[in-house]
């Protein structure tokens, strides 16, 4: 079972009845849609220009269904819970409401994929402070731990033996001026449920789609192996 047949089965008729028609017919059309969660405390708009560029690369690699739409609700909204692969990210202060934290860890216990992108590229910044603390709060103090460059997520759809692949803003010596060579992760019953990063991917793949024929090697191909690792595991 995959986890997009998990969550369904998990969070069953009663949450999928309280969506409008409308959303339960997206729901089946399409096999991923990218879900950006809006948080009170933060900046969450950030990098506008990432999530089309992935999709982009999704329908290109893959033959997932993919709605070509970027999604954008709100945290504190029952309807995220539905969403098969969930996208949060800022520079600025993360510091969750009644509402927020109660979506966020039913949501990942309950076998939903939250992908966490730090902008600041900064282990010391106001980003990374607060959203680990939160962790620590919802999930306990060792909940967040490095993922091991072995992880099923370096090889669910590109191979990347090296663990995850630099950025340029790393390489460059924006934020904290260190190449992070580790991803971070909560699993909760063996699941990967929240996936953090301080590496800056969004703002590394802000850019026009029709750009990427510009690279050498399209530096989306990482995105795309955690939106299958997601909908897969």
Known sequence: MNRAQFLRLMLGGAAMA?????ARAQAGRYDFWFTRLKYDSG???VDARMPSNLITSLIDYT????DPTERVIALSDPRMLDAPFCYLAGHKLVE???AERQNFVRYVRNGGFVFVDDCNHDIDGLFAKSFEAQMAKLFGPAALKKLPNTHALYRSFFKFPDGPPATGFELNGWGDDLVHDYLKGIEVDGRL????S???YGCEWDYDW?????LAEDNTRFGVNIVMYALNN
Do not use: H, I, Q
Not at 18 to 22: D, G, K, N, R, V
């Open 193 to 196: 449920g929240v996936l953090y």
């Open 18 to 22: 309280a969506l409008p028609s409308f």
């Open 210 to 214: 029709r750009n990427k024929r510009f």
């Open 43 to 45: 900046d969450w708009d």
């Open 198 to 200: 301080n590496k800056d």
């Open 96 to 98: 969750f409401n009644a």
């Open 63 to 66: 033959t997932l269904r993919v």
